[in-house]
């Protein structure tokens, strides 16, 4: 079945940092994959997604690249922001319609 | 701005009662889904529900569940006898327009069972 597996966290980061959290995903066929942030308090909200191998996502500085060879969907940021603190979830949709999570990733970005 | 809307924000029931929790779409969709998330743990999905049919379901989503579009705007989830295991986060998501399959979230309902 279709699985996705996260860094664990919690990350802790200073403000301006470099910040990586790798995805990994199991999927038959060729699925699509996200990146949902939760802030605190709120919903899920999605920050970016791609389509098919090799697609780039991004969205408020934020990126992550399907790649197909390694089956991983890491996302990244340059300069995170103390705004930037929230719980990240990498999930797919592997075209059934239904979205498997992984276990989601809390960061903290201190000033 | 949300892409649905959900009622209510947080509910509080005893074990045994029933529960509705209703989810409103900001524009017109056919796809629609329910998933929950049990404090700290994964978002887990429960079912699909296309053209006011139950398209798929997860094992977790059992006799006691239920889901129904009943005046064609309003989609409900309804949990018939709630059990303590039930407390978590329910997020009603509508996928996107044609050709986009992606799933928009509404804010959550937080349901606590007594």
């Known amino acids: 079945g279709n699985s996705v597996t996260q860094m664990e966290g919690p990350v802790t980061l200073s403000e301006e940092a470099f910040l990586t959290i790798n995805c990994t995903y199991t999927?038959?066929?060729?699925?699509?994959l996200f990146w949902y942030v939760q802030y605190p308090g709120e919903g899920l909200q999605l920050l970016l997604k791609a389509t098919k191998a090799d697609d780039k996502g991004s969205n408020k500085g934020f990126e992550a690249t399907y790649r197909k060879e390694t089956t991983s969907f890491h996302l990244e940021k340059g300069s995170v922001q103390v705004s930037d603190s929230a719980v990240y979830f990498c999930?797919?949709?592997?075209?059934?319609?239904?979205?498997?999570f992984g276990a989601g990733t809390t960061v903290t970005v201190r000033a | 701005e949300p892409e649905v809307t959900q009622t209510p924000s947080h509910q509080v029931t005893q074990m045994g009662q029933e529960v509705i929790l209703r989810c409103v779409p900001i524009s017109n969709h056919l796809y629609f889904y329910w998933y929950r998330q049990i404090l700290g743990q994964k978002v887990e999905f429960l079912v699909s529900f296309y053209n006011n049919e139950i398209s798929e379901k997860s094992e977790i989503f059992d006799d006691q569940f239920s889901v129904e579009r009943p005046d064609g705007s309003n989609f409900t989830l309804k949990i018939r006898s709630t059990k303590l295991e039930d407390s978590a986060m329910y997020f009603c998501a509508r996928q996107g327009t044609a050709g986009d399959e992606t799933q928009y979230f509404g804010p959550g309902t937080r349901l606590l069972v007594l």
């Open positions: 999930a797919l949709d592997s075209n059934d319609y239904k979205l498997s």
């Open positions: 999927a038959t066929g060729y699925p699509s």
